[in-house]
């Protein structure tokens, strides 16, 4: 059997707030969002003058004004403070196990913990430990740096996807867990809804982990002997940054003659995430949609048809088009108005792998030779037939994202294209709470 750390796995040192405030302390991932300015006010009103996880973060509303140096200088110096003033409780060495109860009712499970990113890669076709489920675009990790390289704390928003069906790893442990007293229980800010955390520390309940990581690794590896033990659902970019911190971290302790030893166990080589399993019922998937504008419709739709050795037909109406799609992994609805008359074509495919992975590539190559053509994503059904009504675009109503294929999806085709799912709605998304020693 191996050992937590030959899967990648450490157990972390966990800094909690003494007398924790959830409802202040606690805001959600910096990357939501980020065209709305009134939320991030509302939060700061809501913790004005109290100790907060918004202290130590940059909203990526942010990210463009001209003040971001002052603020990631503001955000140094108030880590720094409450490592100081004695705003954290003592060091909690082991997991958390939480269960996060959503405004929509859903209850969804989680573990905090340590990864080594000499386990993680995001490039394509890796066959590390942990891999990436979208295309990383590498623009996005140099402001990100910015904002780790050198900071006391880190916060994790990172969600880790484990394909655990038999639902062993967190479902078992909450069992043995969530009798004691939990370190941690409240409401979240802002239809957040509430969160509680166990803690995972005791030789029994770690030898449990243990046993359960090894169990789902050995299902999750191939005859090249890799393992696919983790996907990235959540903060893709931010995990790209903290392996990107830690590569140039290495270097440099490289030339100041750090040995093995040093290297294994330097702070920065970890981060800290949630994992959570792809098959937990409170974990919903959704897929985000298409719009196209200033496309010839019917052009496209031929070509995906023949790319994707689709059959169309056309349907009466927005609601049985929205039925026919959801029947199917591998049905695609298109939405367009031409010439005054409104159109829903059906196009079924026999796909196997996840419908977008196929999908996407197709478009991007057809696009290529239409230079006045814009593509953006949207969320729900509501908005791929109201902007399907306007003249100038096209709206591509895409399936439900099959969990099943999730996983053998990215082992054999890579990461998946951007944009291609959202896990739950916005307010669903990972609150800040546990922090972690980071640059000394």
Same mark, same amino acid.
């Given at each position: 059997?191996?050992?937590?750390?030959? *899967?990648?796995?450490?157990?972390?040192? $966990?800094?909690?707030?003494?007398?924790?405030?959830?409802?202040?302390?606690?805001?959600?991932?910096?990357?939501?969002?980020?065209?709305?300015?009134?939320?991030?006010?509302?939060?700061?009103?809501?913790?004005?003058?109290?100790?907060?996880?918004?202290? !130590?973060?940059?909203?990526?509303?942010?990210?463009?004004?001209?003040?971001?140096? +002052?603020?990631?200088?503001?955000?140094?110096?108030?880590?720094?403070?409450?490592?100081?003033?004695?705003?954290?409780?003592?060091?909690?060495?082991?997991?958390?196990?939480?269960?996060?109860?959503?405004? =929509?009712?859903?209850?969804?499970?989680?573990?905090?913990?340590?990864?080594?990113?000499?386990? /993680?890669?995001?490039?394509? =076709?890796?066959?590390?430990?942990?891999?990436?489920?979208?295309?990383?675009?590498?623009?996005?990790?140099?402001?990100?740096?910015? $904002?780790?390289?050198?900071?006391? !704390? +880190?916060?994790?928003?990172?969600?880790? *996807?484990?394909?655990?069906?038999?639902?062993?790893? !967190?479902?078992?442990?909450?069992?043995?867990?969530?009798?004691?007293?939990?370190? /941690?229980?409240?409401?979240?800010?802002?239809?957040?809804?509430?969160?509680?955390?166990?803690?995972?520390?005791?030789?029994?309940?770690?030898?449990?982990?243990?046993?359960?990581?090894?169990?789902?690794?050995?299902?999750?590896?191939?005859?090249?002997?890799?393992?696919?033990?983790?996907?990235?659902?959540?903060?893709?970019?931010?995990?790209?940054?903290?392996?990107?911190?830690?590569?140039?971290?290495?270097?440099?302790?490289?030339?100041?003659?750090?040995?093995?030893? %040093? *290297?294994?166990?330097?702070?920065?080589?970890?981060?800290?995430? +949630?994992?959570? @399993?792809?098959?937990?019922?409170?974990?919903?998937?959704?897929?985000?949609?298409?719009? $196209?504008?200033?496309?010839?419709?019917?052009?496209?739709?031929?070509?995906?048809?023949? #790319? !994707? %050795?689709?059959?169309?037909?056309?349907?009466?109406?927005?609601?049985?088009?929205?039925?026919?799609?959801?029947?199917?992994?591998? @049905?695609?609805?298109?939405?367009?108005?031409?010439?005054?008359?409104?159109?829903?074509?059906?196009?079924?495919?026999?796909?196997?792998?996840?419908?977008?992975?196929?999908?996407?590539?197709?478009?991007?190559?057809?696009?290529?030779? &239409?230079?006045?053509? +814009?593509?953006?994503?949207?969320?729900?059904?509501?908005?791929?037939?109201?902007?399907?009504? %306007?003249?100038?675009? *096209?709206?591509?109503?895409?399936?439900?994202?099959? #969990?099943?294929?999730? =996983?053998?999806?990215?082992?054999?085709?890579?990461?998946?294209?951007?944009?291609?799912?959202?896990?739950?709605?916005?307010?669903?998304?990972?609150? /800040?709470?546990? &922090?972690?020693?980071?640059?000394?």
């Amino acid at each position: 059997m191996k050992t937590l750390e030959q *899967l990648g796995i450490r157990i972390p040192q $966990i800094l909690l707030p003494k007398n924790i405030d959830i409802s202040s302390w606690s805001v959600i991932a910096c990357d939501q969002y980020t065209q709305d300015r009134d939320y991030w006010k509302k939060v700061e009103e809501n913790t004005k003058g109290k100790a907060s996880t918004l202290n !130590l973060i940059l909203p990526e509303v942010y990210l463009n004004d001209g003040d971001k140096a +002052e603020r990631i200088a503001k955000i140094r110096q108030t880590m720094k403070s409450y490592l100081d003033q004695g705003i954290f409780d003592n060091e909690i060495n082991g997991f958390i196990y939480l269960e996060r109860k959503t405004a =929509f009712g859903r209850v969804r499970k989680g573990l905090v913990a340590q990864i080594d990113l000499e386990s /993680y890669e995001w490039k394509p =076709f890796s066959k590390a430990n942990i891999r990436a489920t979208e295309a990383t675009i590498i623009d996005r990790i140099p402001p990100r740096k910015e $904002i780790r390289k050198g900071a006391p !704390l +880190e916060l994790p928003h990172i969600m880790l *996807l484990v394909n655990d069906k038999d639902k062993k790893l !967190l479902e078992g442990i909450g069992e043995k867990v969530s009798k004691k007293k939990p370190l /941690y229980q409240g409401e979240l800010m802002s239809n957040g809804g509430s969160i509680t955390g166990w803690e995972v520390s005791s030789n029994q309940e770690i030898e449990y982990l243990t046993q359960a990581l090894n169990e789902i690794a050995q299902k999750n590896s191939s005859d090249d002997g890799s393992t696919f033990l983790f996907a990235v659902g959540d903060g893709n970019h931010s995990l790209a940054t903290a392996k990107a911190v830690w590569d140039e971290h290495k270097e440099e302790l490289i030339k100041k003659g750090a040995d093995e030893n %040093q *290297l294994k166990n330097d702070p920065v080589r970890f981060a800290l995430i +949630e994992i959570v @399993n792809i098959y937990d019922q409170g974990l919903t998937f959704e897929p985000i949609h298409r719009v $196209i504008f200033n496309i010839k419709s019917k052009d496209l739709i031929q070509e995906l048809s023949e #790319k !994707l %050795q689709g059959s169309c037909s056309q349907l009466e109406s927005a609601e049985e088009l929205e039925k026919a799609v959801k029947e199917s992994w591998a @049905n695609f609805g298109f939405v367009f108005k031409e010439n005054g008359i409104q159109n829903y074509i059906l196009m079924k495919t026999q796909i196997k792998e996840l419908a977008v992975s196929r999908l996407q590539p197709e478009i991007d190559n057809f696009l290529k030779s &239409c230079p006045d053509s +814009e593509i953006d994503y949207i969320h729900g059904s509501q908005e791929v037939f109201r902007l399907g009504s %306007q003249e100038n675009a *096209l709206t591509i109503l895409l399936p439900p994202i099959a #969990k099943d294929s999730f =996983f053998d999806t990215i082992n054999g085709r890579g990461p998946l294209p951007r944009k291609s799912f959202s896990m739950g709605e916005a307010d669903e998304k990972r609150f /800040y709470l546990e &922090c972690r020693r980071l640059f000394s």
